[in-house]
């Protein structure tokens, strides 16, 4: 990728292919935490694009230079370069055997990309340019080789040495050290590489393929975790079953690693053979993890497993075809997650995910189509775009082609690519050939950044029994870009009568469908017209939520409480009660700016309550459906976002509720106390979950601090302990103090448990919280060094906690900008994501904006100041 620039900006259309071909790659690691000398041999001969004259350019950075040899001669001054980005071998001609040593100091890096420290190990992060820290190499994702790989280290300070593939020698030095040779025999591209080296326990399992590979499967841990894998790895084999079950895919080594660290930029890494987590998403166990937690490891064991196809056997040109990989890897990881529990309930989390967290990203300054044309740091693009709405368009692809459709997609894929470095056109391309399909409209959505919106109007004509539904649809303009162009929308969707039956559906000149069929939207307006409609129906619409869009539809509060209770898809039943609970908010959001008195709607309270009596429904859905939406939602409704009133609002909508329907919460309540022990099984996990909702509902009556208390007092695993001392603390109860203490002295020695407990305080809605957060980052257990802690303090704080980051005296920003200073001398990658917090900062009100355009006013005029910081704040100020 020739990084043409034009002020640091990688475009897209500049690629081109790596001049050399590398035939192999050797590398002797001396391993020590104060100095690791490197040896690298590369096998280089002219490859595509080749010319006579090519220097050999390799990436290289944080490093220090010791020799260069071609051929077995030492290269002189002169005839390489070496600056702080890169080492240029000139005239290197023919190629041949280039030998590199260099040194690296993983002490000192506290970036975590590269190879740096945790706790007592060593270990590398690669993705997406973190191997050009550890060895001079092309560090880009379309040169792939094999690998062969020796470490070397003092045996009692590092007695397991990993890296990727299969151990074949190994052997003891007569100074204390060790080594091991570890041949990986699948060419991949250097952000797939890992090592480990150091004193970590090892919890073994094994699995059998269906074609009789017999998997050795191993899970690292610092040895105090050694009883917290199990989860993981029942996760990690039941990933693999279902991978062969769905997608006919099986693993292709005789290892699976899986290492857990406790520092960490992101969830988990899917190197080849030697996946890296995040221990957040490896160690469970009742007392220490939620049911979220555990749904968790289970999601994040299953996509990285799942990138062993996605990913690594086939891979990515370049980074801008980064979604290539993860939107496909999340359908997969989302499917995994429908497969093994409940499906509606899986949609509706996702969902709720993507429009709290991925439509503001699309409507604000660092919008981007799911494939990039340019970026300044790549790591500021794994995106909830790249990411989540990646996996919706390749879901669009599924329910257009239909499971079989796009399982021949996928087998074409392989067939076509495996070994390769490709793009998004080419996995579009596999899917269309298969199918014998043209979907040339349809790469649109890795084009266009925005959250399009769908209109959808209805007109009944009695006399003809004929229901006309009108679509249409409009992307809005984004930082990005200012024109749109119409999509490809798959809607699906049903009609219902007045008494809640569903009608078939029959299009002009068809013979009908049952209950549920998709139709395409694909130009700016089209109308639908269904026959034989006995009477003015209710349109079911974007079932499943099958496209990422804003749907408007003029429903009647009656049309929704009918779908809420009758419509064939559970999505579209939470639908209603949400688009039910959002209208309600947003009507007492606008009462308030007018200092009107507040007041509910009394036709909300059927609605909700039949929820609470609705004994056949899955608890976890009735869950989903009681849950009001989130404040970052409501705030993307509005155009200019009023923080404090839509907090006041949604607390009391809540709190009406809860208040009228205090009884029968507190029945269902008192109805779903475990008969016994914890358990972990979806029936459990289900009605912990609505226990809890309703618990948070309780809350707000005179009940719920009682209710609260007991639980905190008798709660056997931590789903209900964390849910009761949330209810505490957040409601300011008197018993709040003594319960975060107890909490505190019993999990004192367990990160993960204490970041629990930092995320409940920086959580707590209003001001307030500024000044507990300022505490909370002096606490002895927390470190800016560990983006655990960070997120759990500063990111729960700036990113999930408005009422609070938005302080109106600028108290929370000033204190997030001083934070974001500080980190980003340390981690650039956490900091940048910190940074975010700024992103919608030109929709609030006039003081706020003048507040938060100083802070990043500061920031931009750091000293030092990283690039990955550097870009998402100058894309914030830029959008003045
Ligand atoms: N490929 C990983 C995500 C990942 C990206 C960058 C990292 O370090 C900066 C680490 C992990 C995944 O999708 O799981
Ligand atoms: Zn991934």
Known sequence: MSKETAGNTVYRKNYSPYPWRLLQAKFRFEIDAETTRVFTEMELEPGGGHSKAADIELDGQDMELVRVALNGRALEPGEFTCDAERLVVHGAKAGGRLEIESLIHPQNNTALEGLYPSGKFLLTQCEAEGFRKIAYFPDRPDVMTRYDVTLVADRSRFPVLLSNGNPVESGELDDGRHWVRWVDPFAKPSYLFALVAGDLACVEDHFTTRSGREVALRIYVEHENFDKCSHAMESLIHSMKWDEDRFGLEYDLDIYNIVATNDFNMGAMENKSLNIFNSKYVLASPDTATDADYQGIEGVIGHEYFHNWTGNRVTCQDWFQLTLKEGLTVFRDQEFSSDMHSRAVKRIQDVRDLRSRQFPEDSGPMAHPIRPDKYKEISNFYTMTVYQKGAEVIRMYHTLLGEDGFQAGMRLYFERHDGAAVTCDDFLAAMADANGVDLELFSRWYAQSGTPELSARGDYDQAACRFTLQLSQKTPPTYDQPEKKPLLIPVSMGLLTRSGEALPLALEGEEGHPETRVIILDREEKSFVFNNVPEHPVPSLLRDFSAPVKLDYPYSNADLALLMAHDRNAFTRWEAAQTLAQREILANVERRAKNQALQLDPALVPAFSALLDDMETDPALIAEALSLPGEEYLAEMMPVIDVDGIHAARKFVKSSLANTLEKPLFDRYRSLLSPGP??????????????????????????????????????????????????????????????????????????????????????????????????????????????????????????????????????????????????????????????????????????????????????????????????IIHNALGME
């Open 678 to 871: 914890y358990d972990k099984s979806p029936a459990s996990m289900a009605r912990r979950s609505l226990r809890n909702v309703c618990l948070s509902y309780l809350m707000e009556t005179a009940a719920g601090i009682g209710c609260a208390n007991e639980q905190f007092a008798t709660s056997d695993n931590m789903t209900d302990s964390l849910a009761a001392l949330r209810g505490l603390v957040w409601s300011g109860a008197p018993s709040a103090a003594a319960a975060l203490d107890t909490f505190e002295n019993r999990w004192q020695h367990d990160a993960l448990v204490m970041d629990k407990w930092f995320a409940i305080q920086a959580s707590v809605p209003g001001p307030g919280t500024v000044g507990r957060v300022a505490e909370l980052v002096r606490h002895p257990a927390f470190s800016i060094r560990n983006p655990n802690k960070v997120r759990s303090v500063i990111g729960v704080f700036a990113l999930m906690n408005p009422t609070a980051f938005h302080a109106s005296d600028g108290s929370g920003y000033r204190l997030h900008a001083d934070k974001v200073i500080e980190l980003d001398a340390l981690n650039p990658q956490v900091a940048a994501r910190m940074a975010g917090a700024y992103n919608a900062w030109t929709r609030y009100d006039d003081r706020r904006r003048e507040l938060m355009k100083s802070q990043l006013s500061r920031i931009a005029a750091t000293t030092g100041l990283s690039g990955d910081v550097s870009e």
